[in-house]
């Protein structure tokens, strides 16, 4: 649908891209920087900094203004899946080898540590710029982002360590918030909209949105996982093997029976046994006998829902508008988005 | 010396310590925040930290301004100690295991990166409260700090990565100011006068002494890791086992016979082959042979004349002060630093 006329922002886009390249210095460590800029050349969707442009511009704000937080929200999400990669022994990221299956875990450790500090360079920049108290209230946006962040992964790492599927709904939704929502949606709305008010604006507000906006594209994100298809460009069933508590392994370890909750539990994780084609195989099967990834996709349902009628609640006043349009359409093709993989899924050995 | 009477800035240390513990949330994920609460816990020199706090009292400010920014040196240190433990594969520090080795790699990547985002809180929180000019200035002596540290890191990573040991002490150098000098001396002394003189001082005069300071440093450093007496808290010699090149072994590498040259070649680094105790035992033999860690010593008596010498051209004209007395006893200590390891070392196996 989209492919069909040009797509809102589109012109952001081409901003963002061209910033986000000049945010890489191609001079001095030439060989050092080919290596930073490696991920964040694979693509990727850019949703983080496209919706803190799109924010700033509803805000009232010229995009050039959000530009440096844009790219320093691209650059720490880039350096955060250098460092996931790492801690989760992913071995495919966008179609090609991780980094540190290329480069080894030390230096891919710095690489991730110098993609930050190219956002905190990118940072640093608009606070020279942006008015003090932007500057000051942008400032503490990104360290909250940082923050909570990292707690989320604490928090992850820590039930995969030590065998922890004790958890409902609840707790994945908590963590989802903590791991994803900050850092993905909630603060590249809430500085796009700080800096395209000058402080104006009431960014609380955009929080609940955010959340289920978040929430929506990270429980997508695990259905895509269980059901890659030929063009899924990371780990397919990754998941399973790295002990990933998803919203459908829950539901299955709740609703299985006693030997099939067993069985689930004897091959999920780092610490499972078996070859891991089987293992994968055993617990998509398992997942298809207990409804799991269609469970998975009712809740989405629901929670795309909450984010339709919070956007309504938040921008029914807004004149029509580009940046407008890029967010409605944004949670209207994330709501599609798993109709692509409602077909039975053919499960790919890892 | 310093035991003897107060030390100067004692008032100061407290006050570090304070806002240091404060940095880290006691509330919340209590067992994640133990675990990052561990290095800064382990103590340390605080270096960094009272380097800034002395150079914001030497340029007029009051220590409480700097705090933000002293406190958020300290957790950076931290960050890149547990990132170089796992990056080096180091077993001791401070005396107790390494982040990834008790608690293994993946946790130990995400314990650095909190560190590092608990940093960025504290110089978020200076940003909200010092004048614009000096927070937008400040920010960008981070944003160069974080850059230029993992580029010193790059290179280093490289070089034992790919073998590389055709290197003179010019590239020694320009690696320790990479990698150790701009966070470790030079940013902190420049932050702290930014803040001290509210962006008045110009803060390019102290980069030599700065550089200077870093560099005595961290040869000391280089030299204690081959001179370990018992109460060394790191790994004993894990500088030749982890292929580091230090200012001893480029002097070894220059001056030995081709055939002892190979002998070193065939034992140092990740590569090498042989037991680690032999292996450390062999460079060292190899190293008093060839005066290698005389040479080095004479290298940092001759720095530190270069910093005393900056330091009297720098603050010639300032009063005299518990600030200026903190700096000259740094100054002069370090300098006299070598001496306790000048007997003939005792090789402690790794």
Not at 10 to 24: F, K, M
Not at 69 to 88: G, P, T, Y
Not at 259 to 278: F, K, N, T
């Amino acid at each position: 649908m989209m492919a069909a006329v040009t797509a809102p922002l589109a012109g952001e886009r081409v901003l963002l891209e061209t910033a986000l390249r000049d945010a890489i210095p191609r001079t001095g460590l030439v060989r050092h920087y080919e290596t930073v800029a490696d991920y964040p050349r694979r693509g990727g969707k850019r949703m983080r900094p496209m919706l803190c442009l799109a924010a700033c511009r509803l805000y009232g704000g010229a995009s050039a203004d959000a530009l440096p937080a844009a790219v320093a929200l691209e650059l720490f999400h880039n350096a955060f899946l250098v460092h996931d990669d790492v801690e989760d022994d992913s071995t495919r990221r966008r179609g090609l080898p991780t980094m540190h299956k290329a480069l080894g875990t030390a230096r891919a450790i710095n690489v991730g540590d110098a993609l930050s500090a190219l956002a905190v360079v990118s940072v640093a920049k608009g606070v020279r710029c942006w008015p003090a108290e932007v500057a000051g209230a942008v400032s503490i946006e990104f360290a909250h982002l940082l923050q909570r962040t990292t707690e989320g992964q604490a928090t992850e790492l820590a039930w995969i360590a030590e065998d922890h599927y004790d958890l409902d709904d609840g707790d994945y939704l908590a963590l989802v918030r903590e791991k994803t929502c900050w850092y993905s949606t909630v603060h590249p709305l809430r500085i796009g909209a700080l800096i395209g008010s000058r402080g104006r604006a009431d960014i609380d507000r955009l929080n609940d949105f955010g959340f289920y906006l978040g929430a929506v594209f990270q429980i997508h994100d695990d259905i895509e996982n269980l059901q890659a298809g030929p063009d899924y460009d990371k780990d397919a069933l990754g998941d399973i093997l790295e002990g990933k508590r998803t919203l459908p392994l829950l539901h299955l370890l709740r609703t299985a029976s006693p030997s099939d909750r067993s069985l689930a539990l004897r091959v999920i994780g780092p610490h499972g046994s078996g070859a891991p084609a089987e293992r994968t195989a055993t617990v998509r099967e398992l997942m298809d006998r207990y409804g799991s990834i269609e469970y998975a996709r009712h809740f989405v349902d629901a929670l795309s829902g909450l984010a339709l009628a919070e956007f309504r609640r938040l921008f029914n006043s807004f004149p029509a508008s580009e940046a407008l349009e890029f967010l409605f359409t944004l949670v209207t093709d994330l709501g599609k988005r798993t109709r692509r993989y409602s077909r039975p899924a053919r499960v790919v050995p890892a």
